[in-house]
Protein backbone atom coordinates (compact mmCIF):
# COMPACT_ATOMS: atom_id res chain seq x y z
CA UNK A 1 0.00 0.00 0.00
CA UNK A 2 1.45 3.40 -1.16
CA UNK A 3 1.45 6.38 1.26
CA UNK A 4 -0.91 9.02 -0.22
CA UNK A 5 1.98 11.66 -0.86
CA UNK A 6 3.88 9.34 -2.59
CA UNK A 7 0.73 8.33 -4.95
CA UNK A 8 0.14 12.56 -5.18
CA UNK A 9 3.93 12.73 -6.25
CA UNK A 10 3.30 9.92 -9.05
CA UNK A 11 -0.08 11.88 -10.19
CA UNK A 12 1.98 14.70 -10.06
CA UNK A 13 4.80 13.53 -12.40
CA UNK A 14 2.13 11.64 -14.83
CA UNK A 15 0.35 15.24 -15.12
CA UNK A 16 3.76 16.69 -16.02
CA UNK A 17 4.76 14.26 -18.29
CA UNK A 18 1.08 14.37 -20.32
CA UNK A 19 2.20 17.73 -20.33
CA UNK A 20 5.41 17.91 -21.52
CA UNK A 21 4.40 15.33 -24.28
CA UNK A 22 1.45 18.01 -25.41
CA UNK A 23 4.22 20.91 -25.79
CA UNK A 24 6.72 18.61 -27.23
CA UNK A 25 4.27 17.08 -29.87
CA UNK A 26 2.82 20.52 -31.02
CA UNK A 27 6.21 22.15 -31.57
CA UNK A 28 7.79 18.99 -33.33
CA UNK A 29 4.37 19.68 -35.84
CA UNK A 30 5.37 23.47 -36.32
CA UNK A 31 8.82 22.55 -37.06
CA UNK A 32 8.22 19.71 -39.58
CA UNK A 33 5.18 21.73 -41.01
CA UNK A 34 6.00 22.35 -44.29
CA UNK A 35 7.95 25.62 -45.64
CA UNK A 36 6.50 26.60 -48.66
CA UNK A 37 9.51 27.23 -50.80
CA UNK A 38 7.26 26.59 -54.12
CA UNK A 39 4.70 29.57 -52.88
CA UNK A 40 1.04 28.79 -51.52
CA UNK A 41 -2.51 29.02 -52.29
CA UNK A 42 -4.97 31.25 -49.69
CA UNK A 43 -7.98 29.72 -49.30
CA UNK A 44 -11.01 31.94 -47.96
CA UNK A 45 -13.45 30.14 -46.15
CA UNK A 46 -16.75 32.00 -44.96
CA UNK A 47 -19.01 30.01 -42.62
CA UNK A 48 -17.06 26.86 -43.60
CA UNK A 49 -17.57 27.54 -47.32
CA UNK A 50 -14.71 27.91 -49.51
CA UNK A 51 -15.65 30.90 -51.14
CA UNK A 52 -11.69 32.19 -52.84
CA UNK A 53 -8.53 30.69 -54.00
CA UNK A 54 -6.08 32.70 -54.59
CA UNK A 55 -2.54 31.20 -56.07
CA UNK A 56 -0.42 34.07 -54.29
CA UNK A 57 2.89 32.87 -55.92
CA UNK A 58 1.06 34.34 -59.14
CA UNK A 59 0.14 37.54 -58.24
CA UNK A 60 2.61 40.30 -59.53
CA UNK A 61 0.73 43.73 -58.10
CA UNK A 62 -0.89 43.98 -54.85
CA UNK A 63 -4.68 44.30 -54.96
CA UNK A 64 -7.33 44.30 -52.70
CA UNK A 65 -10.72 42.27 -52.57
CA UNK A 66 -13.48 42.85 -50.07
CA UNK A 67 -15.42 39.88 -48.55
CA UNK A 68 -19.32 40.79 -47.57
CA UNK A 69 -20.66 38.39 -44.89
CA UNK A 70 -24.05 38.04 -43.51
CA UNK A 71 -25.57 40.58 -41.24
CA UNK A 72 -23.60 42.97 -43.77
CA UNK A 73 -19.96 42.79 -41.90
CA UNK A 74 -17.19 43.26 -44.51
CA UNK A 75 -13.95 42.13 -44.28
CA UNK A 76 -11.23 44.21 -46.69
CA UNK A 77 -8.56 41.69 -48.31
CA UNK A 78 -5.13 42.62 -49.78
CA UNK A 79 -3.41 40.23 -51.71
CA UNK A 80 0.67 40.38 -52.22
CA UNK A 81 2.86 38.44 -54.21
CA UNK A 82 3.35 35.61 -51.60
CA UNK A 83 1.79 36.77 -48.97
CA UNK A 84 -2.28 37.76 -47.82
CA UNK A 85 -3.72 39.65 -45.05
CA UNK A 86 -6.87 41.50 -43.86
CA UNK A 87 -6.08 45.76 -43.87
CA UNK A 88 -9.57 46.34 -42.62
CA UNK A 89 -12.87 45.08 -41.17
CA UNK A 90 -15.72 45.97 -39.41
CA UNK A 91 -15.53 43.81 -36.16
CA UNK A 92 -14.85 44.73 -32.74
CA UNK A 93 -12.00 43.25 -31.99
CA UNK A 94 -9.88 43.73 -35.28
CA UNK A 95 -7.91 41.03 -34.18
CA UNK A 96 -8.36 39.82 -38.26
CA UNK A 97 -6.21 43.09 -39.13
CA UNK A 98 -3.59 42.30 -36.56
CA UNK A 99 -2.47 39.04 -37.31
CA UNK A 100 -0.79 41.24 -40.24
CA UNK A 101 0.22 39.03 -43.52
CA UNK A 102 0.74 35.69 -43.90
CA UNK A 103 2.82 33.76 -46.07
CA UNK A 104 3.40 30.36 -44.80
CA UNK A 105 0.72 27.62 -44.12
CA UNK A 106 1.61 27.20 -40.62
CA UNK A 107 -1.26 29.77 -39.54
CA UNK A 108 -4.29 30.98 -40.60
CA UNK A 109 -5.72 34.46 -41.14
CA UNK A 110 -9.10 34.17 -38.90
CA UNK A 111 -11.76 36.84 -37.98
CA UNK A 112 -13.74 34.78 -35.78
CA UNK A 113 -16.55 37.32 -35.21
CA UNK A 114 -17.54 37.28 -39.53
CA UNK A 115 -16.57 33.51 -39.63
CA UNK A 116 -13.70 34.30 -42.30
CA UNK A 117 -10.75 32.29 -42.02
CA UNK A 118 -8.22 32.24 -44.76
CA UNK A 119 -5.89 29.28 -44.92
CA UNK A 120 -2.66 28.59 -47.05
CA UNK A 121 -1.34 25.35 -48.37
CA UNK A 122 1.63 24.66 -50.06
CA UNK A 123 1.58 24.48 -53.89
CA UNK A 124 3.32 21.76 -55.67
CA UNK A 125 3.77 23.37 -58.94
CA UNK A 126 5.94 20.20 -59.85
CA UNK A 127 3.26 17.48 -58.73
CA UNK A 128 0.32 19.89 -60.92
CA UNK A 129 2.75 21.00 -64.09
CA UNK A 130 4.51 17.57 -64.60
CA UNK A 131 3.40 14.37 -65.72
CA UNK A 132 0.93 11.86 -64.04
CA UNK A 133 3.25 8.99 -63.41
CA UNK A 134 6.97 7.78 -65.14
CA UNK A 135 7.45 4.16 -65.42
CA UNK A 136 10.58 2.58 -66.26
CA UNK B 1 -27.26 29.86 1.37
CA UNK B 2 -26.36 31.98 3.42
CA UNK B 3 -25.82 35.51 3.19
CA UNK B 4 -22.87 35.40 4.40
CA UNK B 5 -21.50 32.93 1.70
CA UNK B 6 -23.45 34.80 -1.00
CA UNK B 7 -21.09 37.85 0.01
CA UNK B 8 -18.19 36.22 0.24
CA UNK B 9 -19.10 34.68 -3.45
CA UNK B 10 -20.78 37.90 -4.80
CA UNK B 11 -17.11 39.73 -3.89
CA UNK B 12 -14.62 36.68 -5.18
CA UNK B 13 -17.00 37.52 -8.47
CA UNK B 14 -15.94 40.60 -8.09
CA UNK B 15 -12.64 40.65 -7.44
CA UNK B 16 -12.43 37.95 -11.14
CA UNK B 17 -14.31 40.74 -13.33
CA UNK B 18 -11.76 43.17 -12.00
CA UNK B 19 -8.64 41.06 -12.93
CA UNK B 20 -10.60 40.16 -16.18
CA UNK B 21 -11.09 43.97 -16.98
CA UNK B 22 -7.70 45.07 -16.21
CA UNK B 23 -6.35 41.79 -18.48
CA UNK B 24 -8.72 43.04 -21.42
CA UNK B 25 -7.05 47.01 -20.66
CA UNK B 26 -3.52 44.93 -21.82
CA UNK B 27 -2.33 44.71 -25.39
CA UNK B 28 -2.65 41.39 -26.89
CA UNK B 29 0.50 38.87 -26.38
CA UNK B 30 0.65 37.77 -29.63
CA UNK B 31 -1.88 38.10 -32.59
CA UNK B 32 -3.45 35.19 -32.32
CA UNK B 33 -7.41 34.91 -31.46
CA UNK B 34 -7.81 33.25 -28.08
CA UNK B 35 -4.37 33.66 -26.50
CA UNK B 36 -4.16 35.65 -23.61
CA UNK B 37 -3.18 35.03 -19.62
CA UNK B 38 -6.59 34.31 -18.47
CA UNK B 39 -6.03 36.04 -14.91
CA UNK B 40 -9.48 35.84 -14.18
CA UNK B 41 -8.81 31.98 -13.74
CA UNK B 42 -6.63 32.90 -10.99
CA UNK B 43 -9.31 33.31 -8.79
CA UNK B 44 -11.37 29.96 -10.16
CA UNK B 45 -8.43 28.46 -8.99
CA UNK B 46 -8.63 29.86 -5.44
CA UNK B 47 -12.47 29.05 -5.33
CA UNK B 48 -11.93 25.24 -5.78
CA UNK B 49 -8.67 25.40 -3.49
CA UNK B 50 -11.01 26.72 -0.32
CA UNK B 51 -14.95 26.37 -1.53
CA UNK B 52 -16.35 23.86 -3.55
CA UNK B 53 -16.42 23.23 -7.46
CA UNK B 54 -20.36 24.78 -7.23
CA UNK B 55 -19.02 27.93 -5.60
CA UNK B 56 -16.35 28.33 -8.50
CA UNK B 57 -18.63 27.46 -10.96
CA UNK B 58 -21.08 29.63 -9.32
CA UNK B 59 -18.50 32.74 -9.74
CA UNK B 60 -17.04 31.59 -12.83
CA UNK B 61 -20.63 31.59 -14.45
CA UNK B 62 -21.75 35.41 -12.99
CA UNK B 63 -18.50 36.47 -14.24
CA UNK B 64 -18.36 35.51 -17.75
CA UNK B 65 -21.84 36.55 -17.83
CA UNK B 66 -21.09 39.74 -16.23
CA UNK B 67 -17.87 40.18 -18.53
CA UNK B 68 -19.90 39.62 -21.53
CA UNK B 69 -22.55 41.92 -20.46
CA UNK B 70 -19.98 44.99 -19.73
CA UNK B 71 -17.65 44.68 -22.67
CA UNK B 72 -17.68 42.10 -25.23
CA UNK B 73 -20.04 40.97 -27.56
CA UNK B 74 -22.37 37.48 -28.06
CA UNK B 75 -19.72 35.38 -29.65
CA UNK B 76 -17.18 35.84 -26.86
CA UNK B 77 -19.61 34.77 -24.33
CA UNK B 78 -19.81 31.49 -26.26
CA UNK B 79 -16.24 31.18 -25.96
CA UNK B 80 -15.47 31.81 -22.51
CA UNK B 81 -18.35 29.39 -21.55
CA UNK B 82 -16.90 26.60 -23.40
CA UNK B 83 -13.29 27.35 -22.46
CA UNK B 84 -14.26 28.41 -18.73
CA UNK B 85 -16.01 25.54 -17.68
CA UNK B 86 -14.11 22.98 -19.54
CA UNK B 87 -10.99 24.40 -17.29
CA UNK B 88 -13.25 23.98 -14.57
CA UNK B 89 -14.55 20.25 -15.37
CA UNK B 90 -10.59 19.30 -15.67
CA UNK B 91 -9.18 21.42 -12.43
CA UNK B 92 -11.75 19.71 -9.94
CA UNK B 93 -10.62 16.29 -10.32
CA UNK B 94 -6.87 17.31 -10.96
CA UNK B 95 -6.69 19.36 -7.96
CA UNK B 96 -8.86 16.29 -6.00
CA UNK B 97 -6.01 14.10 -7.27
CA UNK B 98 -3.25 16.28 -6.29
CA UNK B 99 -5.23 17.47 -3.06
CA UNK B 100 -4.41 21.03 -3.56
CA UNK B 101 -0.56 20.54 -3.73
CA UNK B 102 1.22 21.29 -7.24
CA UNK B 103 -1.15 24.04 -7.80
CA UNK B 104 1.21 25.00 -11.26
CA UNK B 105 -0.16 21.46 -12.68
CA UNK B 106 -3.86 21.97 -11.72
CA UNK B 107 -3.45 25.72 -13.80
CA UNK B 108 -1.57 24.04 -16.48
CA UNK B 109 -4.47 21.19 -17.11
CA UNK B 110 -7.56 23.86 -16.67
CA UNK B 111 -5.26 26.17 -19.15
CA UNK B 112 -5.14 23.48 -21.82
CA UNK B 113 -8.47 22.27 -21.16
CA UNK B 114 -9.37 26.53 -21.68
CA UNK B 115 -7.85 26.71 -25.10
CA UNK B 116 -8.85 23.35 -26.42
CA UNK B 117 -12.81 24.00 -25.58
CA UNK B 118 -12.47 27.31 -26.86
CA UNK B 119 -10.98 26.38 -30.14
CA UNK B 120 -13.57 23.24 -30.47
CA UNK B 121 -16.41 26.14 -30.44
CA UNK B 122 -14.32 28.20 -33.12
CA UNK B 123 -14.60 24.96 -34.92
CA UNK B 124 -18.23 24.91 -34.64
CA UNK B 125 -18.87 27.99 -35.36
CA UNK B 126 -16.87 28.75 -38.24
CA UNK B 127 -17.19 25.50 -39.78
CA UNK B 128 -13.95 25.54 -40.98
CA UNK B 129 -10.92 22.76 -40.13
CA UNK B 130 -8.42 25.36 -41.07
CA UNK B 131 -8.98 26.58 -37.44
CA UNK B 132 -6.91 23.76 -36.05
CA UNK B 133 -4.25 24.79 -37.14
CA UNK B 134 -3.84 27.40 -34.19
CA UNK B 135 -3.96 24.29 -31.57
CA UNK B 136 -0.11 23.70 -32.08
CA UNK B 137 0.17 27.75 -30.88
CA UNK B 138 -2.85 27.48 -28.95
CA UNK B 139 -2.10 23.98 -26.38
CA UNK B 140 1.47 25.26 -25.04
CA UNK B 141 0.31 28.48 -24.79
CA UNK B 142 -2.28 27.30 -22.18
CA UNK B 143 -0.14 25.11 -20.61
CA UNK B 144 2.68 27.95 -20.05
CA UNK B 145 -0.45 30.40 -19.05
CA UNK B 146 -1.85 27.99 -16.68
CA UNK B 147 1.57 27.31 -15.24
CA UNK B 148 1.44 30.98 -14.06
CA UNK B 149 -1.99 31.75 -12.99
CA UNK B 150 -1.40 27.87 -10.92
CA UNK B 151 1.45 29.42 -9.18
CA UNK B 152 -0.80 32.85 -8.66
CA UNK B 153 -3.21 30.95 -7.47
CA UNK B 154 -1.65 29.11 -4.89
CA UNK B 155 0.45 32.52 -3.36
CA UNK B 156 -2.92 34.20 -3.27
CA UNK B 157 -4.63 31.50 -1.49
CA UNK B 158 -1.79 31.46 1.09
CA UNK B 159 -1.78 34.97 1.36
CA UNK B 160 -5.46 36.34 1.03
CA UNK B 161 -7.25 35.89 4.80
CA UNK B 162 -8.36 33.00 5.31
CA UNK B 163 -12.23 33.12 5.75
CA UNK B 164 -14.39 30.28 6.00
CA UNK B 165 -17.04 29.21 2.78
Not at chain 1, 99 to 128: E, H, Y
Not at chain 2, 36 to 52: D, F, H, M, P, W
Not at chain 2, 152 to 157: E, N
Request: charged fraction near 15%.
Amino acid sequence: MRSAPRKRKITAILIGLFLSLVTAACALYLLSVRTASSGCIAEIYQNGRLIRTIALYQVQEPYTIEIHGEGGCVNRIEVRPGSIGVTWADCPDRLCVRQGFVRSPAIPVTCLPNKLVITLRAADPIRSAGPDMITY
Amino acid sequence: MNTKKLTTLALYATLSLAVYAAESALPPLAPIPGLKLGLANIVTQILLRRGSPKDASLVLAVRILLSALLFGQAMSLLYSLAGGFLSLLVMWPVNRLLSGKYAPLTGAMGGLAHNVGQLATALIVTATPGVLSYLPFLAPAGILTGLFTGLCAQLADRYLPRRPL
